[in-house]
């Protein structure tokens, strides 16, 4: 194992940091036992910007957006009650109905921005993202 790229002191404390290249990791050792896991990403500006992606929702997965209803519940002072307040708002959802096609669905490169990037590192490991959190993503969509 090689030493990592960056260096430096987490709060005063001295550090031991080695690399698993195969994996794109360093690993740093607190000396209070802590292990930190930081993911090395390749990053090429230069592909973003020379041929840039022409529509940035082609980055994200298909998703579709209706004008569905909110409300809020709010106290009138003058009636002494709880009103409810309706308004159009929009309703966002993900076409892909199970995990494996959203995620098959992204430009994990970003339009070329991380060229190396894979559905490990991206999904897993930057995005911290289990199966519970994708069928949660799907099922609930965004909220505005």
């Not at 030493?3 to 430096?8: E, L, S, T, Y």
Request: glycine share 6%; charged share 25%; net charge negative.
């Amino acid at each position: 194992m090689k030493p990592c790229a960056f260096r430096g002191n987490t709060r005063g404390q001295t550090k031991k940091e080695d690399t698993e290249p195969s994996k794109g990791r360093c690993i740093t050792i607190l000396p209070n036992g802590m292990i930190c896991v930081a993911t090395q990403l390749t990053i090429n500006i230069k592909n973003f910007l020379t041929i840039p992606p022409q529509n940035l929702k082609e980055i994200i997965p298909s998703y579709t957006i209706q004008t569905g209803i909110c409300e809020n519940e709010e106290w009138n002072d003058e009636t002494n009650q709880d009103e409810i307040i309706e308004w159009g708002c929009p309703e966002f959802s993900w076409v892909a109905t199970d995990c494996e096609s959203w995620k098959s669905d992204w430009d994990i490169t970003i339009g070329g921005l991380f060229p190396n990037m894979t559905p490990t590192k991206f999904f897993d490991e930057l995005m911290k993202l289990d199966a519970e959190d994708c069928e949660d993503i799907l099922e609930r969509g965004l909220d505005f």
